[in-house]
């Protein structure tokens, strides 16, 4: 069974920094895009960063570019997005995803497999 865990959220106050991880096992970690999406209360999911292992190209949602930086350590089969100067409108639910194919943006039925999600507040 496929499986995508999350780790590493918590609370912060704005302007602060914290680093999610998403560990991936029993899937072919090279052929896929993972990343993060978020959704906040009473809102819809939204596509935050997608990285693709193999070929090491990026997408990020305009809200968050030049303050989250995506990775990834094929090794461990892990993503990590580290997430600095962190604004109050950042607080959701970060779920890891995995699609097959290259980091762009996806809809969520282009999605493969999710995670379980991790909290990320920030309070102002």
């Known amino acids: 069974e496929v499986q995508l865990v999350e780790s590493g959220g918590g609370l912060v106050q704005a302007g602060g920094s914290l680093r999610l991880s998403c560990a991936a096992s029993?899937?072919?970690?090279?052929?896929?895009?993972i990343g993060w999406f978020r959704q906040a209360p009473g809102k819809g999911r939204e596509q935050v960063s997608f990285v693709h292992s193999r070929n090491a190209k990026t997408y990020y949602a305009d809200s968050v570019k030049g303050r989250f930086t995506i990775s990834s350590d094929n090794a461990k089969s892990t993503v990590y997005l580290q997430m600095n100067s962190l604004k109050p409108e950042d607080t959701a639910v970060y779920y890891c995803a995995a699609g097959y194919g290259e980091a762009t943006e996806r809809r969520l039925h282009e999605i493969d497999y999710w995670g379980r999600g991790t909290q990320v507040t920030v309070s102002s």
């Open positions: 029993k899937f072919t970690f090279e052929n896929y895009a």
